[in-house]
């Protein structure tokens, strides 16, 4: 079956405007999450929603960062008044969301460039 | 703080093991992941332990649990050109859906 999309895969945006990611989780799975990579460094979580709600957004940097997921299902993370500190490879991955299912698919990401 | 922290590189020559260490911070931690990262391809999960076990094993990966320590390895045995990759130790807190990364370990395999 199909894997985890994201649209764009590449995204160059100007200092201070603004951006939207988009998700597609494989289909059935209730866990989706965002995580943001930057060069030569991990994963860096953001949020992640079980359904439609967002169970822990604490990986947030700030109020400029938001994400929904209105039908449980594709994910849109938002980004406003954009900074050139954003830029960066912008993971999505989604799992079962059952206790025990450890697995977390990803994403080929975004590559989000702020000039 | 929320740190999991990995050597950032390792080179074996193709044959011999690797080893590669992590240690992490949560000691609530439920699981503990190692993934695989290739160049143009996604993160892959390659292994995973519970915290309620101290070794698990899965054809040339090894893991190793040291809980008091908070420490984890991933040993791969008879290591391949084909094993060059970044290598990420995550862990799950609070239930196991938030997951902490590493800033991971590049694994270079001389032939």
């Known amino acids: 079956g199909a894997g985890v999309s994201q649209t764009p895969s590449n995204k160059v945006t100007e200092k201070g405007k603004y951006v939207e990611l988009r998700c597609d989780p494989i289909?059935?799975?209730?866990?989706l999450y965002w995580y943001r990579q930057s060069l030569g460094q991990g994963p860096e979580f953001l949020i992640y929603?079980?359904?439609?709600?967002?169970?822990?957004d604490s990986g947030l940097p700030n109020d400029r960062f938001f994400a929904v997921r209105p039908e449980g299902s594709v994910s849109t993370l938002k980004i406003q008044r954009t900074e050139r500190g954003d830029s960066a490879v912008y993971l999505c991955a989604s799992s079962l969301g059952v206790r025990g299912s450890y697995e977390q698919y990803f994403g080929p990401g975004t590559r989000l460039t702020v000039t | 703080g929320e740190d999991v922290e990995q050597s950032l590189f390792l080179s074996v020559r193709e044959g011999d093991s690797s080893v590669i260490n992590c240690t992490y911070t949560?000691?609530?931690?439920?699981?503990l992941y190692w993934y695989k990262q290739e160049p143009g391809a996604g993160l892959q999960l390659l292994t995973y332990?519970?915290?309620?076990?101290d070794m698990k094993q899965d054809q040339r990966l090894t893991v190793l649990l040291n809980k008091k320590d908070k420490h984890l390895s991933l040993r791969i045995a008879d290591t391949q050109t084909g094993d060059s990759a970044i290598y990420f130790c995550?862990?799950?807190?609070?239930?196991?859906?938030?997951?902490?990364f590493g800033a991971g370990t590049r694994l270079f395999v001389k032939a």
């Open positions: 995550a862990e799950s807190r609070g239930g196991g859906f938030k997951t902490i």
């Open positions: 332990i519970f915290s309620n076990m």
């Open positions: 949560d000691s609530s931690s439920t699981y």
């Open positions: 289909s059935g799975h209730t866990a």
């Open positions: 929603f079980q359904g439609t709600g967002a169970a822990d």
